[in-house]
């Protein structure tokens, strides 16, 4: 098993001039032991104290890691996680990527729209999506578009949710070609890291409450839940701010693999002071 991590940090000095902001997690199955180690990139790949990595794709011929704030880039890899190319500037202000018949598709999170980019120099920046009068009148007052997805039969799904400081703040996951919702469980206040199953369900991380669902089901996270991957027998699922050694600025980070009856069956914890944004499966 073999799987990236992108992290952000979280605090002002973390991350200034740092180049590592993907960890890789193997193991000789998801049941482990696992290795955890983080990948330094090249020089003109750094940081700045708001900035890290958010989205990450990947098809047959490249892994795409997005970069996000001040500067929105990506950086694309090979699969054996050689860079192939500097990092190079878009338009989307990125909190997730996806790659659909050789097209990238990046939110563009303040705007509420989704672009689409050739591959792999992301020429011809084309909006595919946005919020607006044309979408059901329940979306409304929403903002903050920060998933994108493809599920079976290659339909597109985007996630989103209302402002956090109103009080009837909530989630949705929208299917884009019938304009049809995706059921939730429940009230969802901040939704991350939007997946859809085989079965056509929703699988994302209900953040604050520190749980993860899939196809209704509960995995419960020991952190801020974000970053999700689903694989055949199991699914990965990232943790931040968890309480360590009673440090009141900011906790660990820890990644827990969970088989489809529930059961946690192995994690990947480190003291590093950062925020998982999403996790890509390179290898079952």
């Not at 694309?76 to 192939?84: A, G, I, N, Q, R």
């Not at 997946?195 to 209900?206: D, K, L, R």
């Not at 419960?220 to 055949?232: I, N, W």
């Not at 088989?259 to 914890?269: F, K, L, M």
Request: aromatic share 10%; charged share 20%.
């Amino acid at each position: 098993m073999k799987a990236l991590v992108s992290f952000v940090g979280l605090f002002d000095k973390h991350l200034a001039g740092d180049r590592r902001w993907l960890g890789v997690i193997e193991g000789p199955s998801h049941e482990g032991p696992l290795s955890f180690k983080l990948l330094n990139m090249p020089v003109g790949f750094s940081g700045n104290p708001k900035m890290g990595g958010t989205g990450l794709a990947a098809n047959e011929k490249f892994v795409v890691s997005a970069l996000q704030w001040y500067n929105p880039s990506y950086v694309v890899l090979d699969h054996s996680l050689k860079v192939l190319a500097q990092p190079e500037t878009i338009t989307a202000d990125v909190h997730s990527i996806a790659i659909h018949n050789g097209y990238l598709y990046a939110t563009a999170t303040r705007e509420d729209r989704v672009l689409r980019y050739d591959l792999p120099h992301l020429d011809n920046e084309t909006e595919v999506f946005t919020i607006g009068h044309k979408e059901p009148a329940a979306i409304g007052s929403f903002h903050h578009l920060n998933s994108v997805a493809f599920g079976p039969a290659g339909k597109m799904y985007v996630g989103f949710h209302l402002d956090p400081r109103l009080e009837s703040s909530r989630a949705l996951a929208l299917e884009l070609e019938d304009r049809s919702f995706l059921p939730l469980n429940g009230v969802v206040r901040r939704m991350h890291s939007l997946e859809v199953t085989a079965e056509g369900q929703a699988a994302y991380c209900h953040s604050p409450e520190n749980i993860v669902f899939v196809n209704g089901l509960p995995f419960p996270t020991v952190g801020y839940a974000r970053g999700l991957a689903l694989a055949k027998d199991y699914l990965i699922a990232g943790s931040s701010r968890v309480p360590w050694d009673g440090r009141p600025e900011g906790g660990k980070v820890v990644v827990q693999i969970f088989n489809y009856q529930g059961d946690e069956v192995a994690r990947v914890e480190t003291t590093e002071r950062w925020e998982i944004y999403d996790i890509l499966i390179l290898e079952e």
